[in-house]
Structures are given as C-alpha cells and as structure tokens.
C-alpha cells in the first residue's frame, strides 16, 4: 500500500537521517529501487518529475506500474508515491486523482506572493485526500529535464511567510544546492539551514543530492534535512555499466539484457546512498 511521508518524514526529522528520493524514470528502474530498499528494509519515496510522467505514458500509467510491482514484488516497506517539481495545480490535481500519494508543488519561479497562492491551491485539494504537499522558496539551481535555472537562496522570513500561509508538509528552502552535476564544489548554507529547521516544525528537503560530498551530506542531515533527492547519480551508475555491456557483446539485442547490464550498478549504489543517509523504518 502506498502511503505519504508525513510518518517517515517527521522521523526522520527527529532522529537525525534523511529519507532517500529516488526520482524513477521507466518500470526497470522502479523495480530495482523498489527491489533494493525492500531488501535493506527501509522506506523510500519514488519521484516522478513531469518529463519523466510524460515519456512513461502519464500518471495513472505510472500509478498502476507502481501498485502493480508493489503488490507482485510483495514490497511491505513504506513507498511514497511523489510529484517531483510539479508546476502547476493541474499537474498536481491529475497526480493526485492517479493515485500519488504526494506532490511537490514548484511554484519558485514565481514571487512570493504568487508562489503562495499556487501553493495554497495544491494544499487544500491535498489534504482532503490525504496527500502530502512539498514546496521550494528560494530557487534551485541546474538543469532538470533539460530545463536550465539560475539559483535563488531561500531567507528564514521567506520560508516561514510561505509555510504559515499554506500549512505544506515540506519544504525545499534553494541554500546552494543544484540539480544535475556541479560545477565546481557545492556551497551549501548550512547556517540557514540549521535556522529554517530550528524555526519551522516540518521537515527539510535537499534536491540536487548527487555530487555532493558525503561529508556535506552527513552535515545536511545534522542540520534538519529530512529528504534528499536522488535522479543523476543512478542515471551514471546505470549507464556506465549498460556502455560497457553494449561495448563487450556486440551481438546483444535483447532490451532486457541491455537494460538489465546496470541493474547491480543502480542496486549497490542505493546500498551506498542510504547508508550515508543512515536511513531507517
């Protein structure tokens, strides 16, 4: 059964690891993550931006893959089901009447006042189903599905301003972090970080994860993040791994067995990943 973060987030806010966010890009993929945090009992949240929905064929399609595997694979740990950067009420109303059990409302791009607005939309349509709302003040930087942004850093009064007027569940405050591959080394803003999370009683969410040092990652955690979004670091493992297949057999055809050459690659890396995020049910 899917259910929302608000349980596994609120514990992890509390005893100090990060829930990981494994954004999901084709039915190979689910099944690995799904196989893997099963395997190291651990919940997970399975994120699903809008050019992944729309090249896996759209939100119910994806919500029935999701329900399916789940219940063929006998998963018993917790999965979230999550909208990642939704950027509209439509997109998160069209997820949500699929089945997801959470959304991330992207309103960033947009003025405070505007990006509230939007946001108290997604929230009062959530809640009446049960469904869990992200946001971001500030803007995150970097190129997600192909789609490049300038980074803003998020303020304390901001995020306090956006959560009080909307009453999300989450919040991704921009303080450095990037989607994609950094350039250079990541400058996070650990002190206002360590604020927002002292100010605000919901968890924290930190997007563009991968790249990231690991000794940043374990001072994330230390100062309130409770989610930390995974997509580009799977996406190397993988296809480094189905390159070298396609290298070394030159008569493979079957898409399985392409597809499949990274299976181990995705499923060791996430064993890696959680354990720096000392993640736990």
């Not at 954004?23 to 893997?36: A, H, R, V």
Request: with cysteine; hydrophobic share 40%.
């Amino acid at each position: 059964m899917l259910v929302n973060f608000n349980e596994m987030l609120l514990n992890a806010k509390k005893e100090h690891y990060a829930v990981p966010h494994f954004n999901i890009n084709n039915l190979e993929w689910t099944k690995y993550i799904l196989e893997e945090c099963q395997n190291l009992n651990i919940p997970v949240i399975l994120g699903v931006s809008e050019g992944a929905a729309k090249y896996m064929g759209g939100f119910n399609t994806i919500s029935g893959m999701v329900k399916g595997l789940m219940k063929d694979l006998n998963i018993t740990i917790p999965v979230c089901l999550h909208v990642d950067h939704g950027q509209s009420f439509d997109t998160c109303k069209n997820a949500i009447d699929a089945g997801f059990t959470s959304v991330m409302i992207d309103a960033s791009r947009h003025n405070l006042d505007k990006n509230i607005e939007i946001t108290r939309e997604v929230v009062a349509y959530a809640h009446e189903r049960g469904v869990t709302v992200e946001a971001e003040v500030g803007h995150i930087g970097g190129t997600e599905d192909n789609i490049t942004s300038t980074e803003t850093n998020a303020t304390l009064e901001d995020c306090e301003i956006l959560y009080n007027a909307t009453q999300i569940d989450s919040l991704a405050p921009a303080l450095g972090s990037v989607h994609g591959f950094y350039k250079g080394e990541p400058n996070l803003d650990f002190e206002t970080m360590h604020i927002i999370n002292e100010k605000l009683p919901i968890p924290l969410v930190l997007h563009g994860g991968t790249g990231i040092p690991a000794d940043k990652i374990e001072k994330a955690i230390t100062n309130g993040i409770s989610k930390i979004n995974i997509n580009t670091d799977l996406q190397v493992a993988w296809s480094k791994k189905v390159r070298e297949k396609l290298a070394t057999d030159s008569e493979v055809y079957d898409p399985r067995k392409i597809i499949g050459s990274g299976e181990e690659a995705i499923k060791e890396r996430i064993k890696e990943i959680v354990t720096l995020f000392k993640t736990k049910i």
